[in-house]
């Protein structure tokens, strides 16, 4: 179920993905909003180290301004990478 985020276990969002037939795997924008997420999240936490909320903004705000088309390069080839192995362990058949 997406990243484990409450917000995305919850059994609301649960039925509608259930429902709508969507896995997080099956769409290269999430995992690549993921990973943007999890690399600025880890920078916050690790670098920035806020102790206030305007501190947390700015940090998140700074790390934004370092996304940029060479880092999501990076990571859509990762996705590609991913993607393909997924395809390989599943026969080439669908992934859910």
């Given at each position: 179920m997406q990243d484990?985020?409450?917000?995305?276990?919850?059994?609301?969002?649960k039925e509608w993905l259930e429902a709508n037939k969507i896995k997080h795997h099956q769409?290269?924008?999430?995992?690549?909003r993921l990973k943007i997420y999890g690399t600025s999240s880890k920078n916050v936490r690790r670098v920035v180290q806020p102790q206030?909320?305007?501190?947390?903004?700015?940090?998140?705000?700074?790390?934004?301004?370092?996304?940029?088309?060479?880092?999501c390069s990076k990571y859509i080839g990762?996705?590609?990478?991913?993607?393909?192995?997924?395809?390989?362990?599943?026969?080439?058949?669908?992934?859910?």
């Open positions: 484990n985020d409450p917000k995305h276990s919850s059994k609301k969002v769409n290269p924008q999430i995992l690549i206030r909320k305007e501190e947390l903004v700015k940090g998140i705000m700074d790390c934004w301004e370092t996304v940029n088309r060479r880092k990762h996705v590609r990478k991913v993607i393909s192995i997924v395809i390989e362990c599943n026969n080439g058949g669908p992934t859910g």
